[in-house]
């Protein structure tokens, strides 16, 4: 059913198409030549406009088998990669394993997911094999930070659950969880007066400042949430004489769960305006979701099901929390269950990646079995 030689063939082609994260023009060009030959339909949203990178997301649908009327699934991966992917040469080892020249990335994050998406496809037509309503989700600007994702218009989601096909990991491995994460920006304001012959009239931001993080819970604070002062400025290089009168903080805060995320957040701004209050400091404080968290435990329909296509497909099924966001966070955050299964590449983002061809047949496997699985209600 699975053609070795056809997905490794796709693959190869894949992964020689340059597309470093904001330059997906061309992958995108072609993924929709792809994607459409093969039957499915095309809509894509704006994305674009608001992310500047070289494509919008795109959302191919292949319409239920006649007669079949289980719910709508889908799957996701991305058509960007990282740096540097440029001229990817593939080579194809006699140990079994698709590496690149030693020069670049090879591309399997997350071109294999690709692949292993136009194989299953192939095998459904090819086998008439029945299936309800599957859409293929790609991206485009993950690796810079899951940018198409979160601008995307979810109004093209048409699913009710779905599989990103981007994970590290054996295959079989399931990320049931992950975190979310805050951006924070935040900015004292004190009063700047001559050091030396006038401090009283200073209100030094950086004593402010630093008395505000002092205050805050940071590093692991508690097994599910994490924070961080990433970068702590102001002054003026060689200037001991001037009390400085502003001074800006970067800083995160991540959590598995939602409500510590934001109660992380809450906690460093009182810390924030507490101090600045009793200093007569003035702060601002500015925090961002980048995304939102989920997680699942087995008995959530959207992974007992993949459990039981990871079985079905010969593979041994194992949950895991992930350490950081991908797509899949987002997915999640437009209320649609997602989880992200392992594909089978190693050392992504370093020039050593690569991926063994039995586990490119296994993901298409897994593809499959999923389908079918749903298929049959
Ligand atoms: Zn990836
Ligand atoms: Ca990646």
């Known amino acids: 059913m699975i053609q070795q030689n056809r997905l490794v ?19 995108s060009r072609i993924l929709k030549e792809k994607f459409t030959s093969l039957g499915l339909t095309v809509q894509e949203d704006d994305s674009s406009e608001r992310t500047g990178h070289g494509s919008n997301n795109l959302f191919f649908t292949l319409p239920a088998t006649e007669g079949v009327s289980v719910p709508k699934l889908f799957f996701t991966s991305h058509m960007d990669t990282v740096t540097p992917g440029a001229g990817i040469k593939p080579q194809i080892g006699d140990d079994g394993y698709i590496r690149s020249d030693g020069t670049t990335i090879l591309g399997a994050d997350d071109k294999a997911g690709i ?32 940018k198409g994702s979160r601008a995307m218009d979810p109004k093209w989601m048409d699913a009710d659950f779905g599989y990103a096909l981007d ?18 920006h935040i900015t004292f304001w004190g009063r700047s007066a001559h050091a030396g012959v006038n401090p009283e009239a200073g209100i030094s931001a950086i004593t402010v400042a630093s008395r505000a993080v002092s205050k805050m819970p940071l590093g692991r604070v508690d097994n599910e949430t994490t924070a961080n002062i990433g970068r702590f400025a102001g002054g003026v290089e060689g200037a001991t004489n001037i009390v400085v009168d502003r001074v800006t903080l970067e800083a995160e805060a991540r959590s598995i769960v939602n409500e510590k995320m934001y109660a992380q957040v809450e906690a460093m701004k009182q810390a924030c305006e507490q101090t600045a209050a009793d200093a007569g400091a003035k702060v601002e404080f500015k925090s961002e979701v980048i995304y939102p968290a989920y997680m699942y435990d087995e008995t959530a329909p959207v992974v007992k099901l993949a459990m039981q296509a990871l079985e079905k497909a010969g593979c041994t099924p194992r949950t895991f929390h992930s350490g950081g966001g991908s797509d899949a966070n ?37 593809v499959l079995s999923i389908v079918q699985q749903v298929a049959q209600g």
């Not at 692949?115 to 094999?129: H, P, S, T, W």
């Open 9 to 27: 063939a796709e693959f190869v082609e894949l992964v020689q198409i340059d597309s470093e994260t904001t330059k997906e023009q061309e992958i």
């Open 115 to 146: 692949a292993a998406m136009l194989e299953a496809i192939r095998v459904l037509k090819e086998n008439n094999l029945p299936h309800g309503q599957i859409q293929f989700v790609i991206t485009a600007g993950e690796e810079a930070g899951l």
């Open 167 to 184: 994970s590290n990991g054996d295959i079989g491995d399931i990320a049931v969880a992950a975190p979310t994460q805050a951006k924070i």
């Open 330 to 366: 987002m997915f999640n955050g437009f209320g649609i269950p997602t989880v992200n299964l392992a594909i089978g590449y190693i050392d992504i983002h370093t020039t050593q990646e690569r991926i063994k061809i039995s586990d490119m047949v296994k993901s298409t496997e897994v």
